[in-house]
């Protein structure tokens, strides 16, 4: 993609980004670098199930990087190593200002077979992590909004498989969902310093794309599709939502896919029926759903077979 924006609009500008060394926290990293960002490449580099850790993969994008960046190799989701990687931010670069949560892992099986230890450290990682990392970076985000300094920014990266369901996918979208419940409350808690919080839904082709096991005809599409898609331009989106332009979008849930963004619905009531006070309910409910619901239930299609179609690159 052209990119007619390499003005250093970031310049004295602090971030961290969770999972920051390799896909699409690479992207982002680099890119909020090359806009004058310093960044703390926060990354233990484990496997995409979340295992054998390698502090190698974010010291050597930091050492690519240069004097603005740092590593952090600590596993981020656990709530004094969260305030490490704050205090890095602070202590190397004066502050800290935005903070991309886009470290996450994978372990899937059916509901049915479904392991409980893959199912905690799922949950932990992608919606816990998130959670002690905004509990140690929002203070300081305050204090620096009252003492004059630029807003915030914060960015959750979650997934459409959070908002439509994949099979065999309980705590990774249960964690993906629960960013955006995060997302909505850091918002507001966060709006009277101007501090903005939005989710993001990407696809990109990452080491975790080329491992999707396609369950039918229009997943294999997806996978054929997303592995198109350079990391890239959720690193513009991501860049984007960090700029002065963007100070008052908060609360958002976007989705990016190539150039495509889109911007999603939230769940609202979208149709409504009373039960009788007196008289049967079954009846009523049964009446409510044939004639008021109907036609508006949502289907059990998954994110891979919605969003299978041909990306703009
Ligand atoms: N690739 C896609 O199309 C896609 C689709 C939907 C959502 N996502 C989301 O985008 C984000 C990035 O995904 P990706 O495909 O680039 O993944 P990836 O596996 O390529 O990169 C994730 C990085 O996070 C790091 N990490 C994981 N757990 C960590 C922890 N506890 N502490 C520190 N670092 C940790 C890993 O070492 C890795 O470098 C994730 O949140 C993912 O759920 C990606």
Known sequence: MANNNNEKILDGRAAIVTGGARGIGLAVTRR????????????????????????????????????????FTDDIA???AARAAVELAITKFGGLDIVV?????????????????????????????????????????????KAGRASGRIINITSSAGLYGNFGQSAYASAKAGLLGLTRVVAMDMARSGVTCNAIAPFAATRVTETIQPANEAQARYKERALKIAPTFVAELVAYL????????????LGVRGREVFLFSQPRPIEKTVMPAEGSVEASLTQAFKERFAGKLIDLATDLEVFNTEPVI
């Open 78 to 80: 656990d709530a004094a």
């Open 242 to 253: 960090c700029s002065p332009a963007a100070q008052r979008i908060s609360g958002q849930l």
């Open 101 to 145: 949560n886009n470290a996450a892992i994978l372990r899937d099986g059916f509901i049915f077979k479904s392991v409980p230890a893959n199912w905690d450290a799922v949950i932990r990682t992608n919606l816990s992590g998130p959670f002690y990392v905004l509990a140690a970076a929002t203070p300081h985000l305050r204090e620096q909004a």
């Open 32 to 71: 909020l670098h090359e806009m004058g960002a310093a960044v703390v490449v926060a990354d233990s580099g484990v496997s995409i199930a979340g295992e054998n850790p390698d502090a190698a993969v974010a010291e050597k994008v930091s050492a690519e990087l240069g004097a603005r960046a740092a590593a």
